[in-house]
């Protein structure tokens, strides 16, 4: 019984979760816990948009789209996309105000 408020982060292949540990490598070489920072190395700042599922604490190895392995967070996601894509020109620039 999940609820709208309930956010839960699993592989979105083999459902194994996350424990907090530093299972992900950066292409810098920097190793970290990937969701503490929301896929993005606090070394380089590079944003990953995949994650792959770390075999060694029990996953899968298969790479995902980092957001996929959010759970319960569609309705917030999609609000954010919508947010951070541009308006097209033909719109116009005019807040949405009636
Ligand atoms: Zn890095
Ligand atoms: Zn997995």
Redesign the pocket.
Not at 26 to 30: K, L, N, Q, S, T
Not at 41 to 46: D, E, L, N, S
């Given at each position: 019984m999940a609820t709208d408020s309930t956010i839960e982060i699993y592989c979105p292949h083999c459902h194994w979760e996350p424990d907090g540990g530093p299972h992900w490598q950066?292409?810098?070489?920097?190793v970290w816990d990937t969701f503490g920072t929301a896929g993005t190395?606090?070394?380089?700042?590079?944003r990953w948009a995949v994650t792959a599922c770390p075999p060694q604490p029990g996953g899968c190895g298969v790479t995902s789209p980092h957001i996929d392995w959010y759970h319960g967070l569609e309705a917030l996601i999609e609000e954010l996309v919508e947010e951070a894509i541009p308006a097209p020109a033909a719109v116009g620039c005019t807040p949405h105000e009636s």
């Open positions: 950066c292409r810098c070489g920097h190395c606090p070394q380089c700042h590079y």
